[in-house]
Nanobody, 120 residues
């Protein structure tokens, strides 16, 4: 059984920083692209950043320069460093992973979400 376990969400003041982590576990052959989306109340879920197994990175244009995504392929873990946080960054942050399993299947998985709240 595959699981994505997120951590790092918290309440922080504007201007502060947080680091989110997401570890994929289970019968994983290879973690392909991994990344983060976020969803604020009443809004759609939007891409924050994604990173391929080869290290190619895409960011939402509005977040470039403040957020940094990275990964540890050996641990099937993706990180999101968030700096200079703003109240509008408040949202539930969801990890996703495009995983190739030992069974031969390839599927997208989602974490349960971790809440980031930025106070003004």
């Amino acid at each position: 059984q595959v699981q994505l376990v997120e951590s790092g969400g918290d309440l922080v003041q504007a201007g502060g920083s947080l680091r989110l982590s997401c570890a994929a576990s289970g019968s994983i052959f290879r973690a392909n692209a991994m990344g983060w989306y976020r969803q604020a109340p009443g809004k759609q879920r939007d891409l924050v950043a994604r990173i391929t197994s080869g290290g190619v990175i895409n960011y939402a244009d509005s977040l470039k320069g403040r957020f940094t995504i990275s990964r540890d392929n050996a641990k099937n873990t993706v990180y999101l460093q968030m700096n200079s946080l703003k109240p509008e960054d408040t949202a539930a942050y969801y990890c996703y992973a495009d995983l190739s399993l030992a069974s031969g299947t390839r599927t997208n998985y989602w974490g349960q979400g971790t809440q980031v709240t930025v106070s003004s």
